[in-house]
């Protein structure tokens, strides 16, 4: 039984708006096994037709066909008049060898994990409990570091993810007015190398658990700022090591609640002196959402709250934590478009001098 069995109009208009979010988690599905069988590696250097992708990939011959055409609708492939199928622009981003590929992304996801924990949803909103570690026993990054293949996956996901924006964020704030910059959290050093890379004055730390620092000092050597770059093994929720007079923390906030939250932020707020700043690099809800507005970031919301616990925030959420943690709000500058991330400065404030 589907739309077109019930009569479910599949045109435009409301009803094809709600059928077509129905059949979101058959796309999302689709995507994952041209990601999972490779479809964009194999047709990176010539269109193939269906049998010639089946036999190389060792994949059903009919059963590729039919994925094909439907990732043709999806927009991800282009099929010729010989029936030769190639990669679109959206489609060339699951390749594995491209500095932007979405691949991990795409994995990370769709995979069963996700999906699990997005089972739960209904069960979130009635509680405000994350489902997570009901679905599978374990807490979510628990669950990772017991899983090789899967803290690779996330680890190279968050990799893609900063890729794409450490760059800009690099540029869009005046790092060079700092001497040493603290990452917290921050994975396999993307961000921090770029910053690195764009200020030779500054000089950096980098603080994560160890299997998410595993390739961290090639991501130094890589960028030339090896030198200038050091890695500290440890938990943000214990401590933070001293020596920075900024402290960055990117796409870490959203993971936790706001307890949570507070113990990090007072952590950052202990290490650093009291002329130090602290530079949160989020996505920033409004408050009020538009009517057809891009809904990815409220998605991202509902992701936290199923897989974790955490949350997207608005900046009035921004200025309560902060306040209460020790600092004060500053500046909150939006990247440009298409990107959703913001760039949100706090300073240190020591109590009995500053109001």
């Not at 026993?137 to 017991?146: I, N, P, S």
Request: glycine share 10%; hydrophobic share 45%; charged share 25%.
């Amino acid at each position: 039984m589907d739309a077109l069995e019930t009569g479910a109009p599949t045109g435009g208009g409301a009803g094809a708006l709600v059928v077509g979010m129905a059949y979101g988690h058959m796309a999302a599905q689709a995507l994952r096994a041209a990601a999972r069988v490779a479809v964009a590696d194999l047709l990176r250097d010539e269109p193939l037709v269906s049998a010639e992708l089946a036999q190389r990939s060792g994949m059903h011959p009919q059963a590729t066909h039919r994925l094909c055409r439907t990732l043709v609708a999806l927009g991800l492939l282009a099929q010729d008049e010989r029936g030769r199928f190639s990669l679109t622009e959206a489609g060339d981003l699951l390749r594995t060898d491209r500095p932007d590929s979405l691949h991990a992304l795409v994995c990370m996801l769709t995979d069963p994990t996700t999906v699990g924990a997005w089972q739960g949803l209904e069960e979130s909103v009635r509680t405000g409990e994350p489902q997570f570690a009901k679905e599978f026993g374990q807490e979510f990054f628990d669950f990772l570091a017991a899983q090789p293949h899967l803290s690779e996956q996330f680890n190279t996901a968050m990799s893609q993810n900063t890729r794409k924006i450490a760059g800009l964020v690099a540029r869009h704030y005046d790092f060079g007015k700092h001497k040493t910059v603290v990452d917290i959290g921050g994975g396999d050093g993307t961000l921090l190398a770029e910053i690195l890379r764009a200020h030779p004055s500054v000089t950096g730390i980098l603080l994560d658990l160890p299997e998410a620092l595993t390739a961290a000092a090639e991501t130094f050597a890589a960028a030339d700022v090896l030198a200038r770059g050091s890695l500290e093994q440890g938990d943000f929720f214990k401590a933070v090591p001293p020596g920075g007079d900024l402290h960055v923390l990117k796409s870490v906030l959203h993971d936790w609640n706001d307890e949570q939250c507070l113990t990090i932020l007072r952590r950052c707020r202990a290490a650093l002196p009291d002329d130090g700043r602290l530079l949160i690099v989020e996505r920033v809800l409004p408050d009020r959402p538009a009517e057809g507005a891009d809904g990815l970031m409220f998605l991202s919301d509902l992701n936290m709250m199923v897989k974790i616990g955490g949350r997207e925030r608005t900046h009035a959420d921004f200025a309560a934590l902060l306040r209460e943690a020790g600092f004060r709000l500053g500046a909150v500058n939006p990247l440009p478009p298409p990107h959703q991330f913001s760039l949100i400065e706090a300073e240190a404030v020591t109590p009995g001098r500053d109001t």
